[in-house]
């Protein structure tokens, strides 16, 4: 009788069995849900070379815009005054800031995955190696017309900084939490290994010293590279510049990491690692280990300087980056992002945007950033003696400005070659890889990428 | 006795099997279009996605046919990431599972504090995926962290957890487990006090020991728990991705198929399409899986 019953509604039977199906069909479907929208593949996706710069004239400026920052250099507090000075001081505009992302890589996923979904910000935080990627990607303006149509002195911006930002004749950011890399040291370890209390002059120099601070200071290593996710494409140019090479050959995507120059750069590194045991890889932060005592010198950003000084128990001493032996004056490239405006937002909230980040850069704000985070100053009318009284070791990042060479395409303009580079370093630095094998690998990737990603739009 | 032996009328009974039918779609119809809109709608759209070669946020695709599976099969990316993917599975789900029993066993007491200690096992599984990430790789940092403390105190080297991928899957799977093996235990736990007493007492008389009448008695009444725990567990840890982008910042050690998925879609190189096929070959093994599970293993469980 009761089967009779079930079978009369055979149909909607749910015993434990079909129910675990059913339930891991919802759940591996589930595990497939992509965002909304999607791409045309009728036509478009060619680069095209010509840059329509967008005609602010008779534009009014939006009343409410959003500025989206990952918050670079612990910087949330004063981009909350910054945004709060700017909303006081006038009455057209209202900048909302939104925390967007931890890093540059979690803000650009969120800003990409914005444009299918909707819910664009108007202005936007992007990295050194996103930029080129939403500017390929026809996501970002060019912002020239803006700088017109806003008066933007745009000759106090620092030439090299903005001019990162320089592509097909048109600027698609604004710099703002600019840095360059530093030698971080441990004065106490400097002291007790009888060295000056001076950053080495070449990588060959530190070389010397680095058996004596190891066996010196106590430290588990006389250095230590910085966690390679976010650093090792960036800083080891400095490395590869210094020893004749780079990653691709200067203002080219020419590939040149796996010339010899490159590869002996690399192998003296790594054999401080394998041959001499005085230097390690970083896990999660160089800044926090060296903070801990963990190594006696490492290479950190400039916008890691507070947080260097303050979290260390010791004295920290800053240098300038080494020089190598065929590039023997002292070069590092910049880095850091900039602030973008996204392009499929309406012109009223693009000139709303613009105000803000005229007032954003504008000297006075750029000295409280730097201040607050370490940041170098991107103006060059801004007066550095604030930050200076309050961090003398800012002088280092400074000084060093005008010593800066812009990144190697290969890193900042190949899609992912940054990570790419990360990847390889790893398995040199901490696998014992052979470094020309390695390198040759990497060459292939970035090529590749080149290949499929950037040749068809440049 | 309530049995229906007159024929009702075929008019009434289709009136009211009529209404009883639009109860029913009203009842229904709103979750099967939640599902179709936010399930099936995006698995189709996934699917053809896959066969594109499309940079995420960009407006255009180029349709790449079956390209995308091509390069991934032929390129030894697959069997890597395969082997990544089923290292972690098997060592999760087996891990999660043994100890989740062990624990359930030895909760399955009447102790004071035992609800306590419940909880205490259950927590880590409600936390974030994210936040527990985190919180362990500063436990596991070779250089500063506790472990490496403690180990040092033993005379022992840390193990290079995060820039060594084996040490990193290995770092991965433990944190995982730890997060995981509360659920298991509490389900099992669940399963135990379900266990007739009688039977067990039957079998003692029988002259069975406590090992024989936990893997005659107990164990196999406990299949049907093991059974969901298996198949909820596969699908969970396949799909385990928080804990990983967390502890694996550049994906070499526990880079399991919906990682790489992640990673190509969204860091790397944002190739949606590529990451859209990845994702349709997960979708592939898990509907494999489950099936395999619901008609092969389930023959060897006992139902009560």
């Given amino acids: 009788m009761n089967t009779s019953s079930n079978l009369h509604r055979s149909g909607l039977i749910l015993d434990r069995r079909r129910f675990l199906g059913l339930s891991a069909l919802g759940i591996s479907a589930a595990a497939l849900s992509a965002c909304g929208g999607g791409p045309s593949t009728s036509g478009g996706g060619g680069g095209s070379s010509t840059v329509e710069q967008i005609d602010f004239s008779g534009v009014k400026p939006a009343k409410e815009i959003t500025f989206w920052t990952s918050n670079p250099g612990d910087s949330i507090k004063v981009s909350t005054e910054i945004v709060n000075a700017f909303n006081a001081s006038q009455s057209d505009i209202t900048v909302k800031l939104v925390t967007a992302g931890a890093d540059y890589e979690e803000i650009a996923q969120k800003f990409q995955t914005a444009q299918t979904g909707g819910d664009l910000p108007d202005i936007i935080n992007l990295s050194d190696v996103w930029w080129f990627r939403y500017k390929m990607n026809d996501q970002i303006i060019p912002l020239d017309s803006l700088f017109e149509a806003l008066e933007f002195d745009t000759d106090d911006y620092v030439d090299s900084l903005l001019g990162d930002y320089l592509y097909d004749d048109a600027h698609w950011a604004v710099p703002w939490a600019r840095s360059t890399p530093l030698f971080y040291y441990n004065k106490d370890h400097w002291k007790k290994a009888g060295l000056s209390d001076q950053g080495p002059q070449t990588w060959e120099e530190f070389g010397e010293w680095k058996t004596k601070l190891a066996q010196a200071s106590g430290a588990k290593f006389a250095f230590q590279f910085p966690a390679l996710a976010g650093y090792a494409g960036w800083t080891l140019q400095n490395n590869l510049w210094g020893w004749g090479g780079g990653w691709s050959k200067e203002e080219s995507f020419d590939i040149t990491c796996n010339s010899s120059e490159a590869v002996e750069a690399l192998s003296f590194l790594k054999d401080w690692v394998y041959k001499d045991k005085v230097a390690g890889v970083a896990g999660v932060d160089q800044i926090q280990d060296f903070a801990a005592g963990v190594a006696s010198a490492t290479v950190g950003s400039t916008g890691d300087l507070i947080n260097a000084i303050t979290s260390a128990k010791f004295e920290v001493g800053v240098a300038p980056l080494p020089a190598g032996p065929v590039e023997t004056e002292r070069i590092c490239p910049t880095g850091g992002s900039g602030v973008g405006i996204p392009k499929d937002i309406s012109p009223e909230r693009q000139l709303a945007a613009g105000t803000f980040i005229k007032f954003l850069t504008e000297p006075e704000q750029a000295i409280k950033f730097s201040e607050a985070t370490g940041y170098v100053p991107i103006r060059k009318s801004a007066d550095p003696a604030a930050i200076l009284k309050k961090t003398p070791q800012a002088q280092v990042a400074i000084d060093q400005l005008p010593n800066t060479r812009s990144q190697d395409y290969a890193r900042v303009f190949l899609p992912g070659g940054d990570l790419e580079m990360a990847n390889h370093m790893a398995s040199i630095l901490t696998e014992n890889k052979d470094v020309q094998t390695e390198m040759d690998s990497l060459k292939t990737a970035l090529e590749k990428i080149y290949t499929d990603q950037v040749k068809p739009h440049v | ?304």
């Fill in chain 2, 1 to 304: 006795m309530t049995a229906v032996t007159t024929k009702r009328p075929r008019q009434a009974l289709s009136g009211r099997r009529l209404r009883e039918w639009l109860i029913f779609l009203a009842f229904v119809l709103p979750n099967v279009a939640l599902i179709a809109v936010f399930i099936y709608r995006p698995l189709f759209q996934n699917i053809y996605y896959s066969t594109l070669n499309w940079t995420l946020g960009s407006k255009f695709a180029t349709p790449v046919g079956l390209g995308n599976y091509r390069d991934f099969f032929t390129s030894g990316e697959a069997s890597k990431v395969l082997t990544t993917t089923g290292i972690f599975t098997v060592a999760t789900v087996g891990l999660t599972l043994a100890l989740g029993l062990g624990v359930a066993l030895a909760l399955n007491r009447k102790l004071p504090g035992a609800g306590f200690a419940q909880a205490t096992v259950f927590a880590p599984y409600i936390l974030s995926g994210y936040g527990v990430g985190l919180a362990w790789l500063y436990i596991f940092d070779p250089n500063i962290g506790a472990l490496s403390a403690i180990l040092r105190d033993v005379g022992l080297n840390s193990p290079e957890w995060i820039n060594s991928p084996p040490w990193t899957l290995t770092m991965v799977i433990v944190v995982y487990v730890w997060k995981n093996l509360g659920y298991a235990a509490v389900v099992y736990l669940a399963g135990l006090q379900a266990v007739p007493g009688d039977l067990l007492e039957a079998a003692d008389l029988d002259g069975a020991g406590p090992v024989r009448r936990f893997f005659t008695v107990t164990l196999p009444l406990l299949s049907p728990t093991t059974f969901f725990l298996m198949v909820t567990t596969i699908l969970n840890s396949l799909q385990a991705f928080d804990l990983l982008i967390a502890m694996d910042k550049l994906g070499r050690g526990a880079r399991t198929l919906i990682f790489d998925a992640y990673l190509t879609g969204f860091k790397e190189q944002s190739q949606a399409g590529y990451s859209a096929m990845l994702s349709t070959v997960l979708f592939a093994i898990l509907v494999v899986l489950t099936l395999v599970q619901l008609i092969v293993v389930e023959r060897r469980v006992h139902y009560r």
